[in-house]
């Protein structure tokens, strides 16, 4: 009988801890849908994963799906937009909560979180426009102040994420030679490790974050320029949104 209860019992556990990452999941799951990014971005990978198969030419314009494909793409565009409302707010609130040290990140964080509250703000008015609420005919100069106001917070978050990844390098640096003396001695360096392990986690999402403005920075500076000249090819546009959309719902995904 002892036997037999010790070969069910971890049968049983690997059952529970199943069932427990299931419901982990699930609940991770949840929270993430719950946040207004987390919707948006699962829309994002399915716009640019819809306009990657259109741009590749994969499916020739007289099939039926081609056009289901656009309307679906054309529709999951305009439903983006409706997730921008009020979120102008957010960048107000963290250029409030900002704390600069020099003129230089004062002069950087405006020029980001106003880009990017503005380029929000914005949008608002180019969903209204588009659902037919107000005249139509503002919507191309609206969307010339979008993009204008997207590229401009792309360039001064850049350029704040750069200074950070500086920060984070030297930062690094020292933990490595505090680390290597102690080791050099003999001295076992627990602490040290686990702060090294998460100043590289994160190194990796700052790097990630960086990829992700400069993918966006690259939509944004096509829109002002109507898709013509060099890096305006739909297909590089469409992949550039995609990994933009992946790099975000990861990094959502991570902070849930």
């Not at 949840?30 to 819809?50: C, F, H, P, Q």
């Not at 960048?91 to 990017?116: C, F, M, P, T, W």
């Not at 109507?226 to 719902?249: E, N």
Request: proline share 2%; glycine share 6%.
């Amino acid at each position: 009988m002892d036997a037999k209860a010790s070969t069910v019992a971890p049968s049983q556990t690997a059952t529970a801890q199943s069932e427990s990452k299931g419901k982990d999941f699930l609940n991770h799951l949840e929270v993430y849908l719950a946040k207004r990014d987390g919707v948006d971005k699962l829309l994002k990978i399915s716009r640019y994963a819809t306009k990657i198969i259109l741009a590749s030419s994969v499916l020739p314009e007289t099939v039926p799906l081609t056009r289901q494909l656009k309307s679906f793409e054309s529709s999951v565009g305009l439903s983006r937009k409706a997730f921008r409302l009020g979120k102008f707010v957010q960048d107000v609130n963290a250029l409030r909560n900002s704390h600069l040290d020099s003129k230089e990140e004062i002069l950087l964080s405006v020029i980001a979180y106003g880009g990017e509250g503005l380029y929000y703000f914005v949008e608002q008015f180019i969903w209204l426009a588009k659902s037919g609420l107000i005249d139509a005919k503002h919507s191309r100069n609206l969307q010339k102040i979008s993009a204008w106001a997207e590229l401009i917070g792309y360039i001064g978050s850049i350029s704040l994420k750069l200074r950070d990844l500086k920060r984070i390098k030297e930062d690094e640096a020292c933990l490595n030679s505090s680390i290597e003396i102690a080791i050099s001695r003999g001295v076992g360096r627990t602490e040290e490790e686990e702060r090294r392990k998460k100043l590289r986690e994160k190194k990796l999402m700052k790097q990630l974050s960086v990829v992700q403005d400069i993918a966006d920075g690259l939509m944004a500076l096509a829109d002002i320029r109507d898709g013509k000249g060099r890096f305006t090819d739909p297909l590089l546009l469409s992949c550039a949104g995609l990994l933009s959309a992946l790099i975000s719902t990861h990094k959502n995904w991570v902070s849930c």
